[in-house]
Protein backbone atom coordinates (compact mmCIF):
# COMPACT_ATOMS: atom_id res chain seq x y z
CA UNK A 1 0.00 0.00 0.00
CA UNK A 2 1.19 3.73 -0.21
CA UNK A 3 -0.17 6.90 0.72
CA UNK A 4 -2.35 7.84 -2.95
CA UNK A 5 -4.01 4.12 -2.44
CA UNK A 6 -5.32 1.20 -0.62
CA UNK A 7 -5.89 -2.40 -1.89
CA UNK A 8 -9.46 -3.38 -3.16
CA UNK A 9 -10.56 -4.33 0.48
CA UNK A 10 -11.28 -0.61 0.25
CA UNK A 11 -14.00 -1.12 -2.17
CA UNK A 12 -16.26 -3.52 -0.06
CA UNK A 13 -18.27 -1.09 1.63
CA UNK A 14 -19.35 0.77 -1.86
CA UNK A 15 -19.74 -2.10 -3.67
CA UNK A 16 -21.71 -4.18 -1.19
CA UNK A 17 -24.15 -1.76 -1.97
CA UNK A 18 -24.44 -2.41 -5.20
CA UNK A 19 -24.02 -6.58 -5.07
CA UNK A 20 -26.10 -8.81 -2.85
CA UNK A 21 -22.41 -10.62 -2.55
CA UNK A 22 -19.05 -9.80 -0.94
CA UNK A 23 -17.61 -8.38 -4.60
CA UNK A 24 -13.78 -7.78 -3.04
CA UNK A 25 -13.53 -12.06 -3.30
CA UNK A 26 -14.64 -11.99 -6.83
CA UNK A 27 -11.62 -12.41 -9.84
CA UNK A 28 -11.39 -10.51 -12.40
CA UNK A 29 -9.37 -10.47 -15.60
CA UNK A 30 -7.40 -7.02 -16.85
CA UNK A 31 -7.90 -6.26 -20.11
CA UNK A 32 -4.39 -4.20 -20.65
CA UNK A 33 -2.25 -6.96 -19.70
CA UNK A 34 -4.28 -10.63 -18.45
CA UNK A 35 -3.66 -10.57 -14.90
CA UNK A 36 -6.04 -12.47 -12.54
CA UNK A 37 -6.83 -11.57 -9.42
CA UNK A 38 -9.27 -11.07 -6.60
CA UNK A 39 -10.44 -7.62 -6.79
CA UNK A 40 -8.78 -6.97 -2.90
CA UNK A 41 -5.68 -7.33 -4.79
CA UNK A 42 -6.55 -4.03 -6.87
CA UNK A 43 -5.14 -0.35 -6.16
CA UNK A 44 -8.55 1.39 -5.18
CA UNK A 45 -7.54 5.16 -5.40
CA UNK A 46 -9.91 7.50 -3.45
CA UNK A 47 -8.81 11.10 -3.96
CA UNK A 48 -10.69 11.35 -6.97
CA UNK A 49 -14.74 12.20 -7.81
CA UNK A 50 -15.32 8.70 -7.21
CA UNK A 51 -13.26 5.43 -6.86
CA UNK A 52 -10.47 4.47 -9.15
CA UNK A 53 -9.65 0.75 -9.20
CA UNK A 54 -6.11 0.21 -10.56
CA UNK A 55 -4.91 -3.71 -11.85
CA UNK A 56 -1.89 -4.56 -9.59
CA UNK A 57 0.32 -5.87 -12.87
CA UNK A 58 0.31 -2.49 -15.77
CA UNK A 59 -1.28 0.38 -13.30
CA UNK A 60 -4.32 -0.26 -16.32
CA UNK A 61 -7.77 1.16 -14.90
CA UNK A 62 -9.72 -1.66 -13.92
CA UNK A 63 -12.79 0.07 -12.81
CA UNK A 64 -14.39 3.36 -11.55
CA UNK A 65 -17.33 3.78 -9.18
CA UNK A 66 -19.11 7.11 -8.73
CA UNK A 67 -21.45 7.82 -6.11
CA UNK A 68 -24.65 10.13 -6.52
CA UNK A 69 -27.18 10.88 -3.66
CA UNK A 70 -29.90 8.38 -5.18
CA UNK A 71 -27.73 5.83 -7.96
CA UNK A 72 -24.29 4.73 -8.69
CA UNK A 73 -22.19 4.54 -11.85
CA UNK A 74 -20.00 1.36 -12.17
CA UNK A 75 -17.75 1.26 -15.13
CA UNK A 76 -16.00 -1.55 -15.56
CA UNK A 77 -14.48 -1.47 -18.97
CA UNK A 78 -11.19 -2.33 -17.68
CA UNK A 79 -12.02 -5.93 -16.75
CA UNK A 80 -13.14 -8.91 -18.82
CA UNK A 81 -14.27 -11.09 -16.90
CA UNK A 82 -15.69 -10.89 -13.66
CA UNK A 83 -15.43 -14.45 -11.77
CA UNK A 84 -17.86 -14.48 -8.85
CA UNK A 85 -18.30 -17.27 -6.56
CA UNK A 86 -22.52 -17.79 -5.11
CA UNK A 87 -24.06 -20.21 -3.15
CA UNK A 88 -24.73 -23.54 -4.56
CA UNK A 89 -27.95 -23.28 -6.18
CA UNK A 90 -28.72 -27.10 -5.81
ZN1 LIG B 1 -3.23 -5.21 -15.98
Same mark, same amino acid.
Given at each position: ?21 ? *? ?6 ? $? %?????? =?????? $????? =? %????? !? &? @? !? @?? $? ?5 ? %? &? ?13 ? *?? $? =????
Amino acid at each position: MSDTWVDGNGLAGALRELFAVD *ITTARGTC $V %GCGTVG =PVAGAR $VYTRA =P %GVVAR !C &P @G !C @GG $VLFRLVR %G &PDRAWLDLRGVTCLE *IQ $V =PDSG
